[in-house]
């Protein structure tokens, strides 16, 4: 099955810099790769996603690269704001195969330090 | 989106009791899905809520632990039987609307048994 790997844990970063959170899969499969946000007690929300015949996809200060030779996708946050502070997550499904479930990552923790 | 909701939000549970968490979603989705999040923890699938048939479980999750029903397009149940403290966590449901290759969380049940 699909194994799903992010990096960092935790990351602190000086509001208004930007912040980069990393995945990595391990199916070849895969096609479809979101990413959500979880506040504290909340649920998660998407914050967007990603198709495997697109490379990059860009939603205001928001924007997330796939490499499917490397088998790896990233998080970009750019002019970080103290309510980006929140824990993120990535995932992956094959889609196109029949396979809606997602495989989720561990989570990266982040912190913006005002 | 849709809108989703979880009943009850959360509970206080004692072991060998069981617990029944409802998904109700104002309109109809292809998939809907059932989710564990343990305290500081990422996501875990337990089961896939087939409408008009059996759910499809994940590997350590078992059908007399955690029945699931799916008896139309909006609706699912989940029951948590015979609880241990160890069951204490977050169930989450989630659904994939109708022509959006995406899933969308329910605000989470939180459970906690002792």
């Known amino acids: 099955g699909e194994n799903v790997e992010q990096h960092p844990s935790t990351l602190s970063v000086q509001e208004g810099d930007s912040a980069v959170i990393k995945c990595t899969y391990s199916?070849?499969?895969?096609?479809?790769f979101p990413w959500y946000k979880q506040e504290l007690g909340k649920r998660p929300q998407l914050i967007i996603d990603?198709?495997?015949?697109?490379g990059e996809k860009k939603d205001q200060r928001i924007a997330v690269t796939l490499n499917k030779t490397a088998k790896h996708f990233s998080l970009h946050i750019t002019e970080t704001q103290p309510e980006d502070s929140a824990v993120y997550f990535c995932a992956a499904s094959g889609r196109w195969f029949g396979n809606e479930k997602l495989t989720f990552g561990t989570g990266t923790r982040l912190t913006i330090i005002p | 989106s849709a809108v989703i909701s979880q009943k009850p939000s959360r509970d206080i549970c004692q072991r060998g009791t069981s617990l029944t968490i409802q998904c109700q979603v104002d309109s109809q989705v292809t998939m809907m899905f059932w989710y564990r999040q343990q305290p500081g923890q990422s996501l875990t699938l337990i089961a896939t809520a087939n409408q008009g048939s059996e759910a499809t479980y994940e590997s350590g999750f078992v059908i007399d632990k955690f029945p699931i029903s799916r008896p139309n397009l909006t609706f699912s149940t989940l029951t948590v039987s015979n609880m241990s403290p160890e069951d204490s966590s977050i169930y989450l449901c989630?659904?994939?609307?109708?022509?959006?290759?995406?899933?969308?969380f329910g605000p989470g049940t939180r459970l906690l048994v002792l």
């Open positions: 990603i198709r495997s015949n697109v």
């Open positions: 199916d070849s499969a895969s096609n479809y």
């Open positions: 989630s659904v994939e609307p109708y022509r959006q290759e995406t899933q969308y």
